[in-house]
């Protein structure tokens, strides 16, 4: 069963998502009050934030309606899909909390840990983690 079509329309959301991401985090309080146009209608800036936060969810909702509805197997994950799901929440948190950051706090260090070192530490643990899950598929 291909994935191309899916997997690249959800590169192009997630590539939106980022560039909404790199744009936002210099949003200063005042910035977010500033009305702004948004499509067909006129709102603040703060709320376009708080509407990248609950459209994924409302969304994500929708998404499983149409699944259930249309009887696609998609609708009834297994373990491991039910875990991933978890995992990109997951790593939604740690890309969010790295938006807000910048260059130079890559190496202040508290306890002899940096946010460069922590960040290496985690791609080195999905390259193991990539690797233990492509044996796992070999027959």
């Given amino acids: 069963m291909s ?28 910035q977010l009050d500033k009305v702004v146009p948004v499509g067909k209608r006129e709102i603040p800036a703060r709320t376009i934030l ?12 929708h998404l499983q309606k149409i699944l259930q509805k249309t009887g696609s197997p998609a609708s009834q994950p297994s373990e491991a899909q ?9 790593f939604g948190s740690l890309s969010g909390l790295i938006a807000r950051t910048s260059d130079a706090d890559m190496d ?9 070192k922590v960040l ?12 233990g899950i492509q044996h796992a598929k070999k027959a």
């Fill in 50 to 61: 708080y509407n990248m936060v609950a459209h994924p969810r409302e969304h994500s909702i």
């Fill in 120 to 131: 290496e530490h985690v791609k080195f643990a999905y390259g193991l983690y990539l690797n």
């Fill in 3 to 30: 994935k191309d079509q899916t997997t690249q329309l959800i590169q192009d959301v997630a590539m939106v998502y980022l560039q909404c991401l790199l744009e936002a985090t210099s949003l200063t309080n005042e």
């Fill in 108 to 116: 202040k260090e508290f306890d002899g840990h940096s946010l460069r």
């Fill in 82 to 90: 039910l875990i991933l799901s978890e995992a990109a929440e997951s």
